[in-house]
C-alpha cells in the first residue's frame, strides 16, 4: 500500500524558535498534499493544501506566513512553524494524494509539537 | 453549508458486532471515506464507498445510500485493538473531503 513518511515523530522547541516537519512520499508520487493539524479529542483540522510546483492554498484563519509549506516535488512537502508559541503546541499530521482527485489520502505518522 | 454527523462515542463488547453511523450533507458527492485512528496517532484508511451498498473487507464492512446521506461502518468480532475512533469524511463536488468529529469505539472484554 501507500507510504507516506513523517518526521520528526515530535518535537519539543523553546518560544520563537522555528520547526520544520517534513512528509515524503515513498511509493507514489503524491500530486496533493493536505497539512492538518488536531487538538486532544477534536477532529482533524485541515490548515492547507499544497499541489506540488505550485503555492499553498490556506484555510481560512491559518497564517500563511506563520505556516510555511514548500512542496517542490512530487514525493516532498515541508510545514515550517516559524516563531512557535505555545498556542502552536498540536498534533500535525500531512496527508497525501496521487492524481485522482478521488483517490484516498494516506496519512503521514503525525508529529506532536510542543513549544516550551 | 456542510456537515458529518457520528456519534460521538460508542461502547461495545469484545466479540460483539457494531455498527457507526454517518449522516451527511454535502454541496456535491465523490464518495465517502471511513478512516481509524487510535489515540496519538495518525489516521489510517478504512473503505471508500462511493456507490450504493455494501462493500466488505474481512471483519470490516462499509455501507453507502446516497439518496439518504447515510452510511455506516460496521466491526465484526470485536477485538480489543478495534479501540479507536472512526473518522467519516465525505468528499463534495470539489474534490475536498469534509471530516466528521469521530466517533470513539470503547470495546469492553
Known amino acids: 500500500g501507500a507510504v507516506v513518511s513523517q518526521h520528526p515523530s515530535w518535537v519539543i522547541c523553546k518560544s520563537g524558535t522555528s520547526v520544520k516537519i517534513e512528509c515524503r512520499s515513498l511509493?507514489?508520487?503524491?500530486?496533493?498534499m493536505f497539512w492538518y493539524r488536531q487538538f486532544p479529542k477534536q477532529s482533524l483540522m485541515l490548515m492547507a493544501t499544497s499541489n506540488e510546483g505550485s503555492k499553498a492554498t490556506y484555510e481560512q484563519g491559518v497564517e500563511k506566513d506563520k505556516f510555511l509549506i514548500n512542496h517542490a516535488s512530487l514525493t516532498l512537502s515541508t510545514l515550517t512553524v516559524t516563531s512557535a508559541h505555545p498556542e502552536d503546541s498540536s498534533f500535525y499530521i500531512c496527508?497525501?494524494?496521487?492524481?485522482?482527485?478521488?483517490?484516498?489520502?494516506?496519512f503521514g505518522n503525525g508529529t506532536r509539537l510542543t513549544v516550551t | 453549508g456542510q456537515n458529518i454527523d457520528q456519534p460521538t462515542e460508542m461502547t461495545a463488547t469484545e466479540g460483539a458486532i457494531v455498527q457507526i453511523n454517518c449522516t451527511y450533507q454535502?454541496?456535491?458527492?465523490?464518495?465517502l471515506f471511513w478512516y481509524q485512528q487510535h489515540a496519538g496517532e495518525a489516521p489510517t484508511f478504512l473503505s471508500y464507498?462511493?456507490l450504493d451498498g455494501l462493500e466488505e473487507k474481512g471483519r470490516f464492512s462499509s455501507f453507502l445510500s446516497r439518496s439518504k446521506g447515510y452510511s455506516y461502518l460496521l466491526l465484526k468480532e470485536l477485538q480489543m485493538k478495534d479501540s479507536a475512533s472512526y473518522l467519516c469524511?465525505?468528499?463534495?463536488?470539489?474534490?475536498?473531503?469534509?471530516w466528521g468529529a469521530g466517533t470513539k469505539l470503547i470495546i469492553k472484554p
Open positions: 511509493d507514489f508520487q503524491a500530486t496533493t
Open positions: 496527508s497525501a494524494r496521487n492524481r485522482d482527485e478521488s483517490s484516498p489520502l494516506h
Open positions: 454535502t454541496s456535491g458527492f465523490n464518495g
Open positions: 464507498n462511493v
Open positions: 469524511a465525505v468528499m463534495d463536488s470539489n474534490y475536498q473531503l469534509i
